[in-house]
């Protein structure tokens, strides 16, 4: 059954390309990007997409990237071709065709003769932790798999931005640990912190709130020494958890000292007591910082049955965060991140984007779901959590964790003031349009695309659920009003 709130009023953007769910990590890592594809496939289903703005995901250009992360390392990993495809093509080269190379592998041969003469490579591979680990091992695709994930968020950025939307969603991405020049915990780029830097341009104050079981490091980091973002996590945290940072009295530094708030917790905590610790000291931070956007990072690791994490919530429970955080009002950012049970994953982001459109569900996964298979053994939306789990967290060391932070707090002036500076026309890359009427006009003119091209990028094949649509540049389809 779904239920619909009294506010479902918001414009909810969402954004997706059925391409993000056929990239692999490889057959025994965790990370799967085919859980964003399941979520899709149910919020198609249950027919949330009716209520959304669809956004075709874009990749993100390198300038785009280097707005962050160290130029060198950007164009290393755009260039990045792993030894096993380096040797396959110099091998498949050599012994095909008499030695004469294909004229359709002639350029990547060059590609590969080139990178694989660099007596750099091997250096650079330690150096930037890309394909030297089996955390961040390189696939087919990875620069792609990157610009995806970033283009989208930096692109939920603009939707806020614009006033196009109220609330925008991106689950492929919340890729919160890689740094400035260095990949880390399954992350190559942070599409995090380019959505964060992107919304700095117009918003005085952004508020980054992260209920992933692994500590937000590489958000906090960047923003470690500035008072403007600050970063709020709720993680798992202690006997040597990845990444071992996040400990209560991280604060930040400089002027950005108290503008980073950690929230370690121990294993086996259940709704109950995260949701009072996330109200208590979530509250106190709108309350101080009054932040002009929030950006979540809804890591579902968090979730009971998780692969890697050990805390214990329950969708509902997880599902509570962000109808909390949706109350305040303030433009809202959905992001994914973790999460290694994908059939949970995929449960939970497709319930928080009812939450987000004002709709509860609750309801068997629809048959004729292509991921159905998936949900054997409970094809229900939600499962139950794990009865008989110790929850490690005492009730006074949880208290002593919310007057710790709010003494934290007491140090902030209350909503930091900045100086504005003049804002480009346009937010979107290589389309610095003032100067250009023309153009203006071809960009705000909207244009018909066909329902089959529209069924296509959604994976919709059900004709029962054929759709009026309007396209601009990347939107998909409009909320039905």
Known sequence: MIQADSDSSRRVAYFYNRLIGKFHYGKEHPMKPKRIAMAHSLIVNFGLYRSLDVYLIREAQLEELKKFHDPEYITYLSQYMSDNKVNFVKEYCSTNNDGVIPEN????????????????????????????????PTFSGLFSYCQFSA???????????????????????????????????FCYINDIVLCI???LRIYVRVLYVDIDCHHGDGVEEAFYLTNRVMTLSFHQYGDDFFPGTGQLNSVGLGVGRYYAVNVPLKPGISDGPYLDLFKKVTSRVMETFRPDCVVVQCGADSLSLDQLGALNLSIKGHGQCITYMKQFGVPLILLGGGGYTIQNVSRCWAYETG???????????????????????????????????????KAEDLNKIVSQVYDHLKNLENAPGIHFHDVPYSFYPNMDLENDEDNKLNMDMKQEISLGELEQELGISDEANAISVNSGSRKLHSKEI
């Open 105 to 136: 592998l002639l350029e990547e041969y060059r590609l590969i003769t080139k990178w694989s003469q660099n007596k750099n490579t091997k250096n650079l591979n330690a150096e930037y932790k890309v394909g030297d680990s089996a955390d961040n």
């Open 151 to 185: 283009g989208a968020s930096i692109d939920c950025a603009h939707t806020i931005l614009t006033g196009q939307a109220d609330i925008a969603i991106n689950w492929s991405g919340g890729l919160h640990h890689a740094k400035k020049k260095e990949a880390a915990g």
């Open 197 to 199: 830097l992107e919304l």
């Open 355 to 393: 939450i987000c459109l004002g709709q509860s569900i609750d309801e068997p996964i629809p048959t004729n779901d292509i991921y159905y298979k998936n949900y054997r053994g409970d094809f229900h939306l939600h499962f139950p959590i794990q009865e008989n789990v110790e929850n490690k967290n």
